[in-house]
């Protein structure tokens, strides 16, 4: 927890009767916080400064209320199940509004509406919202306390399991309002659960004014706004003003046999692999390489002596509870046994936490909406999720702790694509690889509301989080490369090709490290690659690819021209739409592609 040089106030009753103002050397910071004071009318306020002394506090009381369901202590220790309102699951995108005062910085791929409109529909929804509650303030710090490049904010909401999340994925406590006086200003956050009507449910952002308000959601990525709402939608209009970059991206660190460090970034869709790749375990036949976790969702990259570093602006992982196990992640398995909140996962009857693919030792479980049930396949919903606090992970890097952060040598994108998209390729330059982020399409998950599996173009994954005009992001992207003297190698991925019968072609999770081992070996120049139109893809007579077959390599390598050619065809109208704002200099990366795609017909 943060460094409060032993001077926490733990006396319980200081928190019914919080001394404003909070920041009492520069007394203009406590007026936005008087202001939504006065609209929300709290009974109490409680000032979150401690964060050990109010996770006790918090699970108490919602154990009390039965919001929360104690788990199985003997394996789960200090871990809560909690059941959310079943219409308030996943992040609803249509309900996420870039309130920017012009409506050409949002673009055409966000919601817009102008912000006094938007103020005045929620202020008519929260006036008077928390009488009879209790108003949390929870100041916090993204990234590490020591670092230049962090930045503080303040979360207020009325909401216990928000808070207790907060906690587990934030640097929550005093220190924040420290720094925040220092710097003179801060992000804030506001967040009212309301009565969850999921047709009057916003979450607005207003990036002119580093302001955020939530209502009627109390979801995750809707919810806790340092999350998606601050760490990339606020930080990534902060740092397109910096030349600094706030990306929806896992981060790892590698390690060779010969002590080579590579740090690698990925960029995939919500729910499409980024956990899952930071927590890579290494295949037992390739003993000597060893991964460590910077990140698992978000990274902010700054430049430093020429090349791009990362730092993770989190504390705690908000992953996907279905699909891991002892054989696909067994590092968060170790990680989410202690300390965790698992939201809407079924509930087995000795109380452990259960989701199809888990275990199959049972035959009966409480769904996730308490109903005991047989229906093994639909008990747990498909973004349930654990919130599990970063300390728990038994392989963190160091230099998540560092000021600097991680050096980043390679890039990776991806994304779910039965079809068409090799398993690994290679940008010849880095603008064809801001072309590759530019292009994902990729199938829809349970991580928003909305139909599942199909197509939709998700731009450098950011598509739901980019706080900014698209088109203006790409620039952004661009110039980055060329500030950047070192500048990291762009990788595409896909781990999700499927056979006619519907089977994954490629066996993903720990086999993966055998196409990071090819990135490593690239970055060395060590192994040729083939030039396609397309980018550079693996030589198979000499790709590490384990166990599967050339016949399957094969299919998972080739250029399917004419498929590419559609691919393009249908990325036109998507580019178009995001307008004027559509740098040149990608159309015409994207045009030579095509043009040299057409050559191979
Ligand atoms: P967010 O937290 O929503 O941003 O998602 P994420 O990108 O971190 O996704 P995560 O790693 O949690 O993976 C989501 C789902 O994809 C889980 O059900 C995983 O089991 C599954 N998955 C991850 N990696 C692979 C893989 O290599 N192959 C296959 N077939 N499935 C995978
Ligand atoms: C995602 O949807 O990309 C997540 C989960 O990582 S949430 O915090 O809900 O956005
Ligand atoms: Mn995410």
């Known amino acids: 927890m943060i460094n409060t040089d032993g001077n926490i106030p733990t006396d319980r009753d200081r928190r019914q009767n919080l001394k404003m103002p909070l920041f009492e050397n520069k007394p203009e910071l406590n007026d936005p916080l008087y202001n939504f004071m006065k609209i929300l009318r709290p009974d109490n306020i409680i000032f979150v ?14 154990l009390k209320t039965g919001e929360l369901i104690e788990l199985n202590n003997n394996y789960y220790r200090n871990s809560y199940l909690y059941r959310s309102n079943p219409d308030d699951v996943a992040r609803t995108e249509k309900d996420t509004y870039i309130s920017s005062r012009e409506e050409k910085n949002a673009g055409a791929t966000n919601n817009w509406m102008e912000p006094s409109e938007l103020k005045s529909r929620i202020l008519k929804l929260i006036d008077g919202s928390m009488t009879g509650k209790n108003m949390y303030i929870v100041p916090f710090i993204l990234g590490p306390a020591n670092s230049k490049y962090s930045e503080a904010g303040i979360q207020i909401t009325d909401n216990q399991y928000v808070v207790l999340n907060l906690m587990k994925i934030s640097l929550v406590g005093i220190e924040a309002i420290r720094r925040i006086e220092k710097e003179g200003k801060f992000v804030l956050a506001v967040h009212v659960t309301g009565n969850l009507d999921k047709n009057n449910r916003y979450i607005a952002h207003f990036t002119d004014e580093d302001l955020i308000i939530s209502v009627n959601t109390a979801y995750g990525g809707n919810a806790l706004l340092t999350k998606k709402g601050y760490a990339l939608r606020i930080a990534s209009v902060h740092a397109r003003d910096n030349s600094r970059m706030a990306e929806h991206m896992m981060a790892l ?10 740090g690698i970034s990925g960029a995939f869709p919500s729910a499409s692999g980024k956990t899952n790749l930071s927590m890579i375990r290494i295949p037992e036949d390739m003993p000597g390489w060893n991964t460590q976790l910077l990140s698992d969702d978000i990274i902010w990259m700054h430049i430093n002596n020429n090349s791009l570093y990362a730092i993770n602006p989190e504390y705690g992982f908000f992953g996907v509870a279905p699909g891991t196990n002892s054989k696909t992640n067994p590092n968060a398995m170790k990680a989410f046994n202690r300390d965790t909140v698992f939201t809407n996962t079924a509930l087995t ?5 259960w989701w199809y693919s888990l275990d199959n030792s049972v035959d009966k479980v409480y769904g996730w909406r308490g109903n005991l049930t047989d229906d093994l396949k639909n008990a747990a919903h498909p ?13 963190l890097s160091d230099k998540f702790y560092d000021s600097d952060g991680l050096k980043i040598d390679a890039i990776l994108f991806g994304g779910r694509r039965s079809d068409l998209i090799p398993l690994v390729r290679e940008a010849k330059t880095w603008a064809q690889g801001v072309l590759f982020g530019a292009m994902i399409r990729a199938e829809t998950t349970a991580a928003t509301t909305g139909r599942v599996g199909i197509l939709r173009n998700d731009p450098m994954a950011m598509i739901p989080f980019c706080g900014y005009n698209m088109g203006d992001y790409f620039k952004h992207w661009l110039d980055m490369g060329k500030l950047v003297k070192n500048r990291p190698r762009i990788f595409y991925v896909n781990w999700f090709r499927r056979d006619s019968d519907g089977n994954f072609m490629w066996p993903g999770f720990s086999e993966n490290f055998r196409v990071i081992k090819w990135i490593t070996e690239r970055l060395d120049g060590q192994t040729n690659a083939l030039e396609t139109p397309v980018g550079y893809v693996p030589d198979i007579s000499t790709f590490p690819a384990g166990k599967v077959d050339t016949d399957t390599l094969e299919k998972l390598f080739k250029i399917d021209y004419s498929g590419w050619l559609n691919e393009l065809n249908e990325l036109i109208p998507f580019f178009t739409r995001i307008g004027s704002q559509f740098p040149d200099e990608l159309w015409r990366e994207f045009y030579d592609m095509k043009g040299e795609i057409e050559k191979h017909l």
């Open 49 to 62: 400064d401690n964060p050990d002394f109010y996770e006790t506090e918090l699970t108490e009381n919602m």
């Open 253 to 262: 660190e590698i390690t060779s046999p010969a002590g080579q460090k590579y």
């Open 349 to 353: 009857e000795d109380r452990k936490p």
């Open 383 to 395: 973004n349930s999720r654990f919130t599990t606090p970063v300390k728990n992970y038994p392989y």
